[in-house]
Every structure is written in C-alpha cells, then in structure tokens.
T-cell receptor, first 116, second 110 residues
C-alpha cells in the first residue's frame, strides 16, 4: 500500500504567523491528495482536494486564502495556514487514494497545530 | 446535506462482540468504508462494502444495506487494543472524495 509522510508532526506558533505543513507520498504518484482537519473528539472534516498541477478544490466554508494548498509534484502537497489564530489550532491530516475507488484512503500521521 | 450518523460512544468488555451502526442522511453514498483511529493517531482503513451484504476481515465484519441507508461494523473477540474511535465514511454519489461519519468511541474494559 501507499506510504504517506507528513511533516511537521506538531507545531506551535504565535498568532498572526503562517505555518506550512508538508505531505509526501513516498511510494505512490498521487495526482490527488486530500486534506482533513479534526478538532478534539470530533470527526474528520474534509477541507480541500489537492490536485497536482492545478488549483485545489475547497469544501464549502473553507477559506482558500487562509488555507493555501500547493500540489506542485506527484509526491508533494503543502498546506499553509496563513495568519494563524487560536481557532485554527487543530489536527491536520493529509491522505492519498492509492486505488481507483474513492473509499480507501491512506493517511499521513497528521500535524498537530497549536496557535498561541 | 451529506451526513453519516453514528452513536457517540459504545462500551464493552474484553472478549465480547460489539456492533457500531452508521446511517445515511443523504441522497446516497457509493459504498461505505470503516476506519479506526487511536488517540493521537491517524485513521487506518478497516473494511469496505461496495455492495449490499456482509464483508468479513478477521475479527472485523462490515455490513451494508443501501436500500435502508444503513451499515454497521461488527467487532468480535474484543481486545483492549480495540479501544479507539471508529468512523464510517463514504463518497457522495458522483464525487471522488470521502465524507466521514460522526464517529464512535469504543471503550473496551477488562
């Protein structure tokens, strides 16, 4: 199966700064990656679908100017949280779809963001 | 909207059998998957039902009834390590993305 590496695993930043999270597909060429956000004791909420070489598709209610997604290669997608605020503190997880079906995802280990 | 509802918490003892239900509230999902997530970890894929019926994978089985917009995950011979959150998930019809259910926290006690 696919192996997904996510970095950093945890980050603490000051309010107003930007944070970049990297998601790498180590053994699989991913034309599409999915970014999820998860608040404590809640479900995973899809933020956006990252498309290699084109613009990301954002879910309703997700600010594309605040959560910048870049998918410049088949193995790397990045999520940048711009001008982070305490309410952006969350667990951000990326995933790839190694097969042809949409039901099976392989997730990275996640990045826990804390904004002070 | 597109939603999958699950009970928030289920408790059981080691060796028991537990069923975690998932109901749709949408026009439909194409298939249903189940994921396990331990605290602080990433979700891992457990099982998938593309058609109605029962799928068995070791101690875990999953069932789907598309006509009833309902599915469940059955865990047998529970072990302490099964304590985790479980999510059903499905791609809304016509979309190549996965929407996750509300999640069920399973607590297994000795």
């Amino acid at each position: 199966g696919a192996v997904v590496s996510q970095h950093p695993s945890w980050v603490i930043c000051k309010s107003g700064t930007s944070v970049k999270i990297e998601c790498r597909s180590l053994d699989f060429q991913a034309t599409t990656m999915f970014w999820y956000r998860q608040f404590p004791k809640q479900s995973l909420m899809l933020m956006a679908t990252s498309n290699e070489g084109s613009k990301a598709t954002y879910e309703q209610g997700v600010e594309k100017d605040k959560f910048l997604i870049n998918h410049a290669s088949l193995t790397l997608s990045t999520l940048t949280v711009t001008s982070a605020h305490p309410e952006d503190s969350s667990f951000y997880i990326c995933s790839v779809q190694p097969g042809s079906g949409a039901n099976v995802l392989t997730f990275g280990a996640g990045s826990r963001l804390t904004v002070l | 909207g597109q939603s999958l509802e699950q009970p928030s918490e289920v408790t059981a003892v080691e060796g028991a059998i537990v069923q975690i239900n998932c109901t749709y509230q949408t026009s439909g999902f194409y298939g249903l998957s189940w994921y396990q997530q331990h605290d602080g970890g990433a979700p891992t894929f457990l099982s998938y039902n593309g058609l109605d019926g029962l799928e068995e994978t070791g101690r875990f089985s999953s069932f789907l009834s598309r006509s009833d917009s309902y599915g469940y995950l059955l865990l047998q011979e529970l072990q302490m390590k099964d304590s985790a959150s479980y999510f059903c998930a499905g791609p809304p019809t016509g979309f190549q993305k996965l929407v996750f259910g509300t999640g069920t926290r399973l607590l297994v006690s000795p």
